[in-house]
Structures are given as structure tokens and as C-alpha cells.
């Protein structure tokens, strides 16, 4: 538990940090520079990339999270596995580099009229795909070896501060759009780049073929496994991307850059869990060998309450500043409010259900996971079929809470039946309620928005407001141990400071 805590608070810093960066980014800086057609080009060529990413992998990345501690061998170089990964990743892209060319007429027929600037710059998905690919091979072999830091410092800071730079120089006219989009994608790729030279550094770059060593069980069940688990991990990218997808054929690109601009807020509630499931899924794999269900029901127990502590936080310091946020942001930007909300409602969903998916992706029942994932991407498409016509971008928003809400509850419900492993307690009830009081008197106080300092001191009034008596709260009530234990050593280290 100690290496989760560690690793946890030192991602979720990086990761902070680059919320910092993004927030000037995409929150801030790009709806003021560019058009909103823009904004949506780039929001639907990553998350295209992002399925094509998945479908390079041809579901190894996953397996390997399952079985590689039947790899492990650092004087047999791990028997081969980085070798094995990457051969088969280039295998996969080559396949999506084919899909992206056969789909090229359907794709010019789907969305030439609604979203041309999409068809124009449908080339850059290649490259796109080819680095992301390969970051995601390298991040996830580091992981694998205990080393999630890296990846999340490159992926979530040091890329936005690149994306940050292309924008300031196209801001200075240096750049063309037709040339940002290509400093664009070195955004992509200097920190793929990165993360090879770190597993260098760490003295695990591997590719001695004499070395690959895989035993026929083994092989036959990681075949079986990464083909379920593909299934899995295209059915999450879907889900992911399906939204803007669909808002993009539906109703263009300018309504894809409000909606993906919204995305992002709601997002930032999310990031403490993707520090910990990274950090979590090789001691699940590896507590799953030894059968120590124990184990795995304490960490379930904490990464459930744990996480909806830290998503309801910045979900109401979210939420209250709403007002101020599109202050600054152009006109028309404000059709994003509710979708900020109901996205980040979907997420404080499935941080507040844990690492149930971890727990079932790597037990035996995890062809269950991929049956739950089809159905959830059946729901997903039907709802947006539904809602956005209708609602329009906060159409696409409902529709992603009723499939995370659904998703969810089964797969705790089959958890519970599985294992008999049920995480929560009074303590996840008065998490909310606590988050709910201070939300409902956050918005009694008057927002008092006018130039931009008046807007700077109201955001971290408000914010630190939050902050203190939600903290103060939660360590008041003893709701969470491990947060107590969290701050009151912070506060010994700072009185022995004095």
C-alpha cells in the first residue's frame, strides 16, 4: 500500500500540474486563438487516434497488465516482453494505417458536409496514431516495472506545455494553422521520444531475440486474453470518443469545440484515478497470482472512498466557478455548462466505484468485462442516438452518465457476487453529503466577476474556501483514515519547520 500512496500523490502531482497547463490551454488560450472549428478538429483527430491506439496494441497492453509477472526476470530480460510488444504493435498499426485508408470514402461521405475541415487534415490520424501508439507501449512496459511516474509527468505536463508552445508560437504569426497542426503533432511525439530514453536510463531497454521465451499455456492464454481484453479496451475508446464523433456528424465541428472544451473541465475530476489504476493494475495482477483476496478488498475499500473524496473535491471547485470560467471564455461557450456538470457527474460515477474493473479485467471472469463493455457501447450509441438530437451537446453529456452509471453497477454488483468483495460504508454516503452541503452554500455567496483580477480573486477566494471546509470536514469527521493520516503528517513536517 505504501508503493500506492507514493506513486498515487506523485502522479496526481504531475498530473496537477498539468491541469495547471491545460487549464491556460484549452481553457483559456485556444477558445480565445482559434475557431471553435478548430478546437474540434483537434479534439476529434485525438480521439480517433486514441481507437486507432487501442486496435495498434491488438489487446497486448492489456494482457500484459495480466500476466507479466510471468515475464519477470530481469536476467532473462523479462523474456522478451518489450521485444514481443512492440513487434506486435507495429503489426496492429499497419492494420490501422489499412482501416484508415478502406474507411477514407465512408468517412469523406459521413462527415464532408458537417465537419470538411476534418476530411482535410484526416491524413494527420497516421503519425498521430504511430506515436501515441508507441508512448502507450513504452509508458505501459515502465509501468509494468513499477515506474507509472514517468509516463504521467510526459503525458499529462510535458505534452501540454509543447501543445502550449506550438499555440504561442502560431499566437505570434510565426505559424500558419496549416503549420501548427504540424508542431502540433511534435507535441506527440518528443514525449514518446522521452519515455524510450527513460527505459534506457532504467536499464530495461530489452531486444534480444534470444531471450523471447513464452511456454505454449502461456502464449494460448495471453492470445485468449488479448483478444477478449481488446475488445474491452476498444469498447472503453469508443465510449470515450463516440460522443464527439457523433456531435461531429450530427451538428459539426464548431459544436464538437464546445463540447470537447467542456469535456476537459469535467475530465480534470478524473485524474486522481488514472494515477492510481496505473499504479494499481500490476499489484491487483500480481495479488490475483497468490490469491490474496484480502488484499485486493482493501485496496477496493480505499481506492472507492479515497477517490470520491478527492473527485468530489474538485468536482464543487468546479462547479462553483462556473460562472467565473465562462467570463473569460468567447461567446457561445456558455452552451457548455451543463455539459461541464453532467460529464463530471459520470465521472465522480466511476471514481466512486473504484477499481472494480481492475479487479474483474485481471480474474478469471474477465470475459465478463468484454461482454459488459459491447452492451455499454450499444447503450452509449443508442442514447446519443436519441438524446442529441434533441438536446444537442448536453444530449451527448446525459447519455455518457446513463452509460457510466449502468456500466458501473453492474460490474460492482458482479464483483460482489464473484468475490463477495462489497466496498462501501456510511463514510462513502457522508462523503457526498458533505460535498453537497458545501456546494449549496458555495452558491449563496455572490459571484463578483468584472475585469480579470476581480475574476482571478473571486476564483481563489471561492476555491480556497472549498477547499478548507471540505478538507476540514472530511478530517473532522474521520471520514477517511488514510487522509487523516495524510494530513496530520504534513502538518508535523511543517511545525518542525518552526
Keep these: 500500500m505504501g508503493i500506492i500512496k507514493r506513486q498515487t500523490i506523485q502522479s496526481s502531482i504531475y498530473s496537477y500540474a498539468g491541469v495547471g497547463v491545460g487549464f491556460l490551454t484549452q481553457g483559456v488560450f485556444f477558445p480565445n486563438l482559434f475557431s471553435k472549428a478548430q478546437i474540434g478538429l483537434m479534439a476529434l483527430l485525438i480521439a480517433v487516434a486514441q481507437v486507432l491506439v487501442q486496435a495498434s496494441s491488438l489487446g497486448l497492453n492489456n494482457a500484459g497488465g495480466r500476466y507479466f509477472p510471468y515475464f519477470r526476470d530481469l536476467e532473462r530480460q523479462h523474456n522478451g516482453y518489450l521485444i514481443i510488444s512492440s513487434l506486435t504493435t507495429l503489426v496492429g498499426f499497419g492494420l490501422a494505417v489499412l482501416i484508415l485508408w478502406l474507411g477514407k470514402p465512408w468517412v469523406i461521405a459521413q462527415y464532408g458536409s458537417q465537419s470538411p475541415l476534418f476530411i482535410e487534415y484526416y491524413p494527420l490520424l497516421i503519425p498521430l496514431t504511430l506515436f501515441t501508439a508507441y508512448f502507450t507501449v513504452f509508458d505501459n512496459y515502465a509501468k509494468l516495472l513499477y515506474d507509472p511516474v514517468t509516463g504521467t509527468l510526459l503525458q499529462q505536463f510535458v505534452q501540454r506545455v509543447l501543445v502550449l508552445i506550438a499555440g504561442g508560437f502560431y499566437w505570434l504569426g510565426w505559424l500558419t494553422f496549416d503549420h501548427f497542426m504540424g508542431v502540433w503533432l511534435l507535441a506527440f511525439l518528443i514525449p514518446t521520444l522521452l519515455m524510450f530514453a527513460s527505459v534506457v536510463r532504467d536499464g530495461n531497454l530489452f531486444f534480444n531475440l534470444r531471450y523471447v521465451s513464452v511456454s505454449r499455456e502461456l502464449r494460448r492464454n495471453m492470445i ?49 484515478a488514472t494515477a492510481l489504476y496505473k499504479v494499481a493494475a500490476t499489484l491487483i495482477a500480481e495479488s490475483w497470482k497468490v490469491d490474496d483476496r484480502a488484499g485486493i478488498l482493501t485496496i477496493y475499500r480505499k481506492s472507492c472512498l479515497n477517490q470520491l473524496i478527492a473527485g468530489c473535491l474538485v468536482f464543487v471547485g468546479v462547479a462553483v466557478n462556473l460562472p467565473s470560467l465562462f467570463t473569460i471564455l468567447p461567446a457561445g461557450y456558455e452552451a457548455g455548462y451543463f455539459v461541464i456538470l453532467w460529464l463530471g457527474l459520470s465521472k465522480l460515477i466511476d471514481m466512486a466505484t473504484g477499481i472494480n474493473g481492475l479487479i474483474l479485467s485481471t480474474s478469471r471472469f474477465y470475459a465478463l468485462d468484454s461482454v459488459l463493455f459491447i452492451g455499454l457501447i450499444i447503450v452509449t450509441i443508442l442514447a446519443n442516438n436519441y438524446l442529441i438530437p434533441r438536446y444537442g451537446i448536453n444530449g451527448a453529456a446525459i447519455g455518457a452518465v446513463l452509460a457510466t452509471f449502468l456500466y458501473n453497477f453492474v460490474r460492482t454488483l458482479l464483483v460482489w457476487i464473484a468475490f463477495r468483495m462489497q466496498p462501501f460504508s456510511w463514510r462513502n454516503g457522508a462523503v457526498i453529503a458533505v460535498a453537497a452541503l458545501i456546494w449549496f452554500v458555495s452558491e449563496q455567496v455572490p459571484h463578483f466577476n468584472g475585469s480579470v483580477w476581480q475574476t482571478g480573486t473571486d476564483v481563489a477566494l471561492r476555491s480556497g474556501g472549498v477547499t478548507v471546509l471540505f478538507i476540514g470536514l472530511i478530517f473532522a469527521l474521520k471520514l477517511s483514515p488514510d487522509a487523516n493520516d495524510l494530513l496530520t503528517g504534513a502538518w508535523t513536517r511543517v511545525k518542525k519547520l518552526y
Design 224 to 272: 485468449r486474453y488479448a483478444s477478449l481484453s481488446l475488445t474491452t479496451a476498444l469498447s472503453t475508446q469508443i465510449i470515450l470518443t463516440i460522443d464527439k464523433g457523433m456531435i461531429s456528424n450530427a451538428l459539426g465541428l464548431d459544436a464538437t469545440g464546445i463540447y470537447s472544451t467542456a469535456s476537459y473541465f469535467a475530465a480534470v475530476i478524473a485524474l486522481p
